[in-house]
């Protein structure tokens, strides 16, 4: 079974960090480009950052640019989504995603998905 569990979230203040976890099963990880989306209420899924499978290159959203940072650990099979200076305009339900790249250096996701962690920033 294919399988994506996230957690991590919880509520924090502006400027405060969080560590996102997103652990898979039924695949490795090393053999797919993965991503972590959010939603937020009333909107639709925004891609937040991405990270090839084995180039080592992340790329990142403008609105979260120098702030996340996307990792993965191969051995244990898990993502991660390290989240410094976050801002209310965070606050949604945060996706571990797999996919993968076209020869455009586009990201496309497969229709895998967690059930999501929700993260709220507020004061």
């Known amino acids: 079974q294919v399988q994506l569990v996230e957690s991590g979230g919880g509520l924090v203040q502006p400027g405060g960090s969080l560590r996102l976890s997103c652990a898979a099963a039924?695949?490795?990880?090393?053999?797919?480009?993965m991503a972590w989306y959010r939603q937020a209420p009333g909107k639709g899924r925004e891609l937040v950052a991405t990270?090839?499978?084995?180039?080592?290159?992340?790329k990142y959203a403008d609105s979260v640019n120098g702030r996340f940072t996307i990792s993965r650990d191969n051995a244990k099979n898990t993502v991660y989504l390290q989240m410094n200076n976050l801002k209310p305009e965070d606050t949604a339900v945060y996706s571990c995603?797999?996919?993968?790249?076209?020869?455009?250096?586009?990201?496309?996701?497969?229709?895998?998905w967690g059930q999501g962690t929700q993260v709220t920033v507020s004061s």
């Open positions: 990270t090839h499978s084995a180039a080592g290159i992340t």
């Open positions: 995603n797999q996919g993968y790249y076209s020869y455009s250096d586009i990201y496309h996701p497969y229709d895998v």
């Open positions: 039924g695949f490795a990880i090393t053999n797919y480009g």
